[in-house]
């Protein structure tokens, strides 16, 4: 998919302002209940408004009033459809790779391909067999069952590379709406129409089939649960006041109602939760449901495979280390000429790091026969002229084949490299050891210090290999991981998940071969590499388009931030209360008890404006709040206790005294503009 | 430093220093552990559950357990009422009282089994001594033992790993009485006697006083009655009068333990929570944060008491502390600590006339119990409606920490959520509605002595009191009109009730959850920035709810006193 911005922002707030008056039908209301009675109690107000009106009994300030009720609610309803607008543009963007077109469909997967029958994509179901040649756009989402070929999945991940898909193994996925670059394939379609993944990523872009997390589910409770006290705080206020002997008027009471009952969150909350799903598409990664990305900020424990993810996929050479009376720069001449032939990532690392250490002395001998890497020999080389054969492998390999003992200093050297992680290559020259090559294990760079940040937010991580424990031991030590599994089979994973979850931990992985299902499935948090197999793909609860397994550190840290948002704005909207009584209550029991202005510590001009200032205050407090609602609160990796403090500080401490100071100001401008 | 600040630190220092060992023998005491008393009390409580049929070691679901707590509850109430309203019947009357009005008898009957213990009747007059010692007595001890049977409880759904169970009520509640109420309430009878308080089954005494008149002199078996009423946070007196009648508690010396015995068990339970709960700062921060109200709280009293009536000094022509309403030989100090602690525990007993304490003191003692009755609190009923606003607080401000908010390692979910915003809703209902109604009705209004604002804060008072399960009065309040007597019984049941069975919920809710071994990102629930989160959200949650009503009632008639405005 493009990452361009596919809507301009101007034609994404003239949506949004569009909707948020659509968005005021009762049905959308009730789903959010706080702002429901914020409707609600607008319409009324607006009733007396109108009363007043008729009346002639003047009602400029019920009129303000009702109005600016009325616009807290549509802030609320723009805030909404702005965070799904976002989504909306992607998810357009999306569909028009998704359309119809005429596929060849096969009767089997070993059919002629001459006895294809085109037919609308449209009309494929499950199980049935596919054929797509260069430059045809693969239509719904299968697995491979015969042939080889290279795919575009740009429309899908954003990376332009063409991948390789075939059939059977761990490649074998291919995903509706990217295109095959050469060579043909024929697949099994497994996805109902309409069920595909590009339909189920169309609708979680778009918000359609958004459900309210469990977190929200309880913060709306606790919202309701508010509103509900504070509406029996207002209503039986007339009776105090009566006794009081005063009468405060219902548009007054209404306007304290609603500034009292958390609008701030209330308003905020779906935006919230649709902006959070949004960075994740961002990060291009699908989730298949909210509860997943939730639980992703819950992770206590990050299952990794040490290969792709700790280190890089392959050993590298690491440096050279001749044996008695042979100098380095021999050996490494020696090791450069074993490895001209070998293609593979450590051979070829071999060639570089010789190169490097020999300059311009690399050997200039006329090469007679390459020898191959065998099952047999284990051994690679060249036999030079003269008849030299210059050979590296494995240690017993290396000793079979030049009939000698390493020397102790040699035998040192091969266990400090055993010891340490890493793999020891012997180099040889006819009969004779030169010295020992150190393959070892490339730690990504920066892996160490994100599993350290990872640890100061309470997460552990754990190294999952197949090394042995030796091995996996010096590698976890220096990739800085809590813990590691070595040796370590699918069911061992499986076994590792149930035992963390049984101690009341949450676990997240990531994986993408079939046999990764299980564990995928019973992590808390499985995140399927898209390159991986169906199989894992359905079992995972997220998907990461650009099959990058660090990408899991994101994951958590975007669940993080949603969670930390909600908390921060919730937070926010109920410290700012305080300073709502203080302005509005003064100007209620004024004409009870003059005594009582002492509370109007603001010094507010008048009770009309005072109470006008605190509803007008309540509703451009969302308007100011969307953005952080949108992009989220800022989150940097620290410990709770400090997340705590400084959250606390920011939205508890900055709740309480921020509308102080905003009541204050447009109490200052109501004064001005003469409106009460 | 003052004698009278003197004797305020010597009170809360003693207090701690008694709590915190007390704390430690409940919490082995409630996990079935050896404790001091053991070899002594054991083969009772052996004797008492193969008679009773009850099975001690078999623990009950949430729903069980709430389920004994109200069926116990329930027959305690049914058996007071009858024993009321037949008292003329049944021995121990010399004074051949009736029996009492059935609107009175309900109230009475349902606020002592609540452990509330307001008391819209004149215990002298109208209660005879079988009633006092067979009824009330009773109650005293067995509602205030259902109070910390269910605080146990509720501790044991935080503190299990698991396993979904919450120990037995009936086991609960007899150790309650047998290890903790019996023996502690002896001791304070027995020295309570020593300080001259009455302890006696004859009749009143006739007395000629030196006008010549003839005063009828009440006395009874109060000794008995005020160690348990104190230590229970009962609050209900022997006499009308409750702890300013010389009888009931004659000297300096048994004020003070009447004092501590008010604040003893409800500070010894946030060390048994701690212990229980296998983290004993997670205890300390709860009693840091209650401690830190309490004394918030008292500085306010104090103040304004010893600041006086700024009228009455413009009358006298001299300034002074406020003495009206307050006995002679506890002064001004000694009476602010005793009504600060009485309203924060959820006690009710007074050494004072609140009516008669300034406006500023008055608001103190409101918002005690507004709030729900959690600084300290009734014994047991204290620290469960504290772990409310735990549960509220971890809620909203867990979330900025970027995880599923979680307490002791258990998750707080919409489940948890729900139950406590049902039980957070049963304050201002009680206090709020029935207020509102009271001052609506004007059959109700009727009740009030004081106009202006004063009367609004005896209406508050009334049932900020019985919501709260607390039992204190402010005097001007004329409770004894069936409309009060009905309401504020159902008052008393909301307060009371309407936290239990949600609060089990939880508990219950939280059992079954594994606890997570905290780790650098969960949320740190000791230290001083929970305590201080805690106290916000008590203030801010409880207080703002009240804030328009308080601001009529004891914050007006503070300006209008101010400004010399009389109503």
Redesign the interface.
């Known amino acids: 998919m493009s990452r361009t911005e596919t809507a301009a922002p101007r034609s994404l707030y003239a949506t949004a302002a569009r909707q948020s008056v659509t968005k005021l039908s009762p049905r959308l209301l009730l789903r959010n209940p706080v702002l429901f009675v914020t409707a609600i109690v607008a319409a009324m107000t607006t009733l007396l408004a109108l009363r007043d009106l008729v009346a002639g009994t003047g009602g400029g300030v019920t009129i303000q009033i009702s109005l600016w009720l009325w616009i807290t609610v549509l802030f609320a309803n723009f805030a909404e459809a702005l965070a799904e607008g976002r989504g909306k543009a992607r998810a357009d963007s999306l569909r028009t790779t998704g359309q119809e077109t005429r596929v060849k469909r096969l009767a089997s997967a070993d059919a002629e391909h001459g006895s294809a029958e085109s037919v609308s994509s449209t009309e494929l179901r499950k199980g049935q067999f596919v054929l797509v040649d260069a430059g045809d756009l693969i239509p719904t989402d299968g697995e491979a069952v015969a042939g080889v070929a290279s795919v575009n999945e740009s429309a899908i991940t954003g990376e332009s590379a063409p991948v390789i898909r075939e059939a059977g193994g761990d490649r074998s996925s291919v995903t509706g709406g990217t295109t095959i670059v050469s060579d043909w394939l024929v697949f099994k379609v497994t996805a109902e129409p309409g069920k595909s993944f590009l339909d189920k990523m169309i609708a979680l872009v778009e918000g359609a089939e958004r459900q309210k997390t469990p977190n929200e589910i309880a913060l709306s409770i606790l919202l309701t649960g508010l509103t509900l006290i504070f509406l029996f705080v207002v209503v039986t206020l007339q009776p105090f006041a009566l006794y009081s002997g005063t009468s405060i008027p219902v548009v007054f009471l209404a306007a304290l109602f609603v500034t009292l009952i958390p609008t701030t969150i209330g308003g905020l909350l779906s935006a919230i939760g649709i902006a959070g799903m949004d960075r994740l598409v961002k990060a291009n990664v699908i989730a298949k449901s909210g509860r997943a990305v939730e639980a992703a900020g819950d992770v206590d424990v990050l299952l990794l495979d040490k290969t792709g993810t700790i280190t890089f996929g392959n050993r590298m050479a690491d440096g050279f280390l001749p044996t008695q009376g042979v100098s380095e720069k021999r050996l490494a001449q020696a090791a450069w000429l074993a490895s001209q032939a070998d293609d593979t990532p450590e051979g070829k690392s071999i060639v570089e790091l010789a190169t490097r250490v020999l300059g311009d002395d690399i050997p200039r001998i006329a090469i007679k026969e390459h020898v191959a890497f065998s099952a047999q020999t284990r051994l690679s080389g060249v036999d030079v002229e003269h008849g030299t054969t210059i050979r590296k492998g494995a240690v017993d390999a290396i000793v079979k084949h030049t009939g000698t003992e390493p020397n102790p200093i040699l035998i040192g050297n091969i266990e400090n490299i055993a010891r340490s992680g890493g793999t020891p290559l012997l180099v040889s020259q006819d009969s004779q050891i030169l010295g020992v090559i150190h393959l070892k294990d490339i730690i990504k760079p920066g892996v160490r210090e994100r599993f350290a940040e990872l640890r100061a937010m309470g997460v552990r991580t754990v190294m999952i290999t197949g090394d042995n424990p030796l091995t996996a031991a010096a590698i976890a030590a220096e990739a800085g991981v809590d813990d590691f599994m070595a040796e370590a089979t699918p069911e061992a994973k499986l076994e590792r998940i149930r035992d963390e979850q049984a101690q009341g931990r949450l676990v997240a992985m990531c994986g993408d071969g079939s046999n990764d299902a299980p564990a995928l499935a019973q992590a808390d948090v499985g995140v399927a590499m898209n390159s991986g197999t169906p199989a894992a793909k359905e079992a995972g609860n997220l998907i990461d388009l650009d099959s990058d397994p660090t990408k899991l550190i994101e994951i958590v840290m975007v669940g993080k931030q949603l969670l930390i948002s909600r908390g921060a704005l919730t937070t926010f909207s109920i410290a700012n209360d305080a300073a709502k009584y203080f302005a509005i209550l003064p100007a209620l029991f004024l004409g009870a008890y003059p005594g009582l202005a002492t509370l109007n510590v603001m010094g507010l001009s008048s009770p009309e404006s005072a109470i006008l200032s605190a509803v007008i205050f309540n509703a451009l407090v969302i308007v100011a709040l969307i953005p952080l609602a949108l992009r989220g609160v800022r989150y940097a990796p620290a410990s709770a206790s400090a997340l705590l403090r400084n959250n606390l500080l920011i939205y508890g401490l900055g709740g309480l005294v921020v509308p102080f100071i905003g009541i204050k100001a447009i109490d200052l401008i109501v004064g001005a503009l003469n409106l009460a | 430093m003052t004698p009278d600040l003197a004797s305020v630190l010597l009170y809360l220092v003693v207090l701690v220093v008694l709590a915190v060992p007390l704390g430690h023998f409940m919490a082995r005491l409630y996990r079935g552990e050896r404790t001091l008393l053991t070899p002594v009390l054991a083969p009772v409580e052996t004797a008492i559950y193969s008679i009773a049929g009850i099975r001690a070691e078999e623990s009950q679901s949430w729903r069980a357990y709430a389920f004994a707590v109200l069926a116990f509850n329930a027959a305690g109430f049914v058996f007071l009422y009858a024993m009321l309203r037949l008292q003329g019947f049944l021995p121990w009357n010399p004074a051949g009282l009736a029996p009492m009005a059935p609107d009175l008898a309900f109230n009475t009957a349902v606020s002592f089994v609540t452990n509330t213990n307001w008391q819209a009747y004149s215990g002298e007059v109208q209660l005879s001594y079988f009633s006092q010692m067979v009824g009330l007595t009773v109650q005293n001890f067995v509602s205030a033992a259902t109070g910390m049977a269910v605080a146990v409880a509720v501790i044991r759904g935080f503190a299990c790993r ?1 396993e979904g169970r919450l120990g037995n009520f009936w086991t609960d509640l007899t150790r309650s009485v047998l290890y903790v109420l019996l023996p502690l309430a002896t001791i304070g009878a027995l020295i309570l006697v020593g300080q001259g308080v009455v302890q006696t089954l004859s009749s009143h005494v006739t007395a000629t006083t030196m006008e010549g008149t003839e005063q009828v002199i009440a006395q009874g078996p109060a000794a008995s009655q005020i160690a348990i009423k104190q230590l229970g946070t009962n609050g209900g007196g022997f006499f009308g009068v409750n702890s300013a009648h010389p009888f009931e508690n004659p000297t300096v010396l048994s004020n003070m333990l009447q004092g501590l015995y008010i604040l003893l068990i409800p500070v010894a339970f946030c060390f048994t929570f701690g212990r229980m709960v296998g983290d004993r700062r997670q205890g300390i921060a709860i009693f840091a944060a209650m401690a830190t109200m309490f004394v918030a709280g008292l500085a306010v009293v104090a103040w304004s008491e010893a600041a006086g009536n700024p009228m009455i000094s413009q009358i006298a022509g001299t300034a002074g502390p406020n003495l009206e309403g307050k006995e002679m030989r506890f002064g001004a100090t000694l009476s602010a600590l005793w009504g600060t602690a009485t309203t924060a525990a959820s006690n009710g007993s007074v050494n004072a006339m609140h009516d008669s304490f300034m406006p500023l003191s008055g608001l103190v003692f409101l918002v005690n119990m507004m709030i729900g009755e959690v600084i300290f609190g009734g014994v047991g009923a204290g620290l469960y409606g504290m772990l409310l606003y735990v549960v ?1 607080a971890v ?10 908010p979680e307490y002791l ?1 258990k ?4 489940k ?3 139950l ?3 039980a ?2 049963s304050m ?2 009680g206090i ?2 029935f ?3 009271s ?2 009705v004007p059959q109700a ?1 009727a009740a009030v002595q004081d106009a202006g ?1 004063h ?2 804060s005896e209406v508050l008072y009334a049932y900020g009191s019985t919501t709260g399960n607390n039992g204190s009065a402010f005097a001007g309040f004329g409770a004894a009109d069936p409309f009060h007597t009905t309401l504020q019984g159902i008052a008393m049941l909301l307060g009371r009730y309407a936290i239990i069975v949600p609060m089990l919920g939880i508990a219950g809710a939280l059992a079954v ?5 905290p ?6 629930t000791h ?1 001083p ?1 929970f305590v201080v ?1 805690l106290i ?1 959200t008590v203030v ?2 409880g207080g ?6 308080l ?2 009632g004891p ?2 008639e503070q ?2 006193l ?2 010399g ?1 009389r109503f």
Do not use: Q, W
């Open positions: 698991g509220l809620f909203l401000a867990g979330l900025m920490v970027g995880r599923t390692g998750k707080i979910e919409a948890e959520v729900s406590a915003v049902l957070f809703l201002p209902l709020l509605v207020a509102a109604l001052v609506a209004l604002p009367g609004l959850k594994v606890p997570a071994a780790t650098a990102g969960s949320f740190p230290g920035l989160l916000v801010i949650l703002l709810t009240f804030f328009p009503a601001a009529l914050l007006a300006v209008s101010a400004a405005t």
